[in-house]
């Protein structure tokens, strides 16, 4: 058995992970043009987390969205979220991380309460295994 610490930061990672893919595919879906795809395809779940702190990050960009040109390198997933002197932003990242707040707020939430009800429900089980009297017979050798 897990001790609550352990179990919450275990059910947290897992709320985290599920969160960060329904974002990712929310991210995904307001990308509003994508010539080659690269652009969704960079958006991406990355599990962070340690043993003690689960931290899942959602990224969009890297490599996959990268080009080198004559003024160096440039990270179109960049330009389409905040644009350029020559391209009106196209915000995807942003705007749909915010409409996420309340949900990813309320999941947390959720998980802590269950997490405490699970482990309140444990040890009323285990206590009341061991409500009655010992029986039993204790032999002491010398």
Avoid: C, W
């Avoid at 969009?60 to 003024?71: N, P, V």
């Avoid at 997933?77 to 409409?99: D, H, I, M, N, W």
């Avoid at 009800?117 to 206590?127: C, G, H």
Wanted: hydrophobic share 35%; charged share 25%; glycine share 8%.
């Amino acid at each position: 058995m897990l001790s609550l610490k352990n179990q919450m930061a275990k059910n947290f990672r897992n709320e985290f992970l599920a969160q960060a893919e329904e974002l990712k595919g929310n991210i995904q879906a307001a990308i509003e043009h994508s010539i080659t795809g690269n652009l969704r395809d960079s958006v991406r779940v990355k599990d962070v987390s340690t043993d003690t702190k689960p931290s899942v990050l959602v990224i969009a960009g890297g490599s996959l969205t990268t080009k080198r040109t004559q003024a160096g390198v440039f990270d179109y997933s960049l330009a389409e979220e905040f644009g350029t002197v020559k391209q009106e932003a196209a915000p995807f990242f942003y705007p749909t991380v915010r409409g996420y707040k309340n949900a990813y707020r309320q999941g947390v939430r959720e998980t802590f309460e269950q997490t405490l009800a699970e482990s309140n429900k444990t040890r009323a089980i285990r206590s009341a295994g061991n409500s009655g009297a010992y029986r039993g017979a204790l032999t002491v050798r010398r």
